[in-house]
């Protein structure tokens, strides 16, 4: 059962690929979770590369991280060299930072708004597990989600 009343929960990667990215799974190093990529054979010029290690919930939040930096980050500089700012071993300055937490909170709201979050919970109660099966989300992002709430 999905966020969508019963149904399976919409495919985020049948929504990357009708927005024009083409994704693809690779096994990325430990903590990478995803970037977005330039690809001039993709029909909008971008790919999404998600970590074939994580859980296909975990793929899930990924995808639609990746979609908020390409429509609120992205830069169309044809000259820039491609940047993968991603991993442990890459320190961020403190705009990239912004853009991290601008990139969670969008896909947040995504996922949890308008009231889907309390809905759930209405449901299922504070039951992590039930509420990630219910959103498609990891447990961890539903108790990062419930924290903020104060629920």
Not at 95 to 112: G, I, P, S
Not at 123 to 149: F, M, N, P
């Amino acid at each position: 059962m999905g966020m969508m009343g019963g149904e399976r929960l919409p495919s985020v990667k049948v929504l990357a690929e009708e927005l024009g990215f083409d994704v693809s799974l690779e096994l990325l190093p430990s903590g990478v979770r995803g970037r977005l990529e330039r690809d001039p054979f993709a029909q909008n010029g971008y790919r999404i590369v998600v970590n074939s290690a994580d859980d296909v919930i975990v793929r899930r939040w990924t995808v639609l991280h990746e979609l908020v930096h390409y429509f609120l980050h992205r830069r169309d500089d044809p000259f820039a060299a491609a940047l993968h700012r991603a991993g442990s071993g890459y320190f961020y300055d403190e705009d990239e930072l912004k853009e991290e937490r601008e990139a969670n909170e969008f896909t947040e709201a995504l996922v949890f708004g308008d009231g889907r979050l309390e809905a759930a919970v209405g449901l299922w109660g504070s039951d992590t597990e039930r509420l990630s099966r219910y959103l498609g989300v990891s447990e961890a992002a539903v108790k990062i989600a419930l924290k903020k709430l104060k629920i």
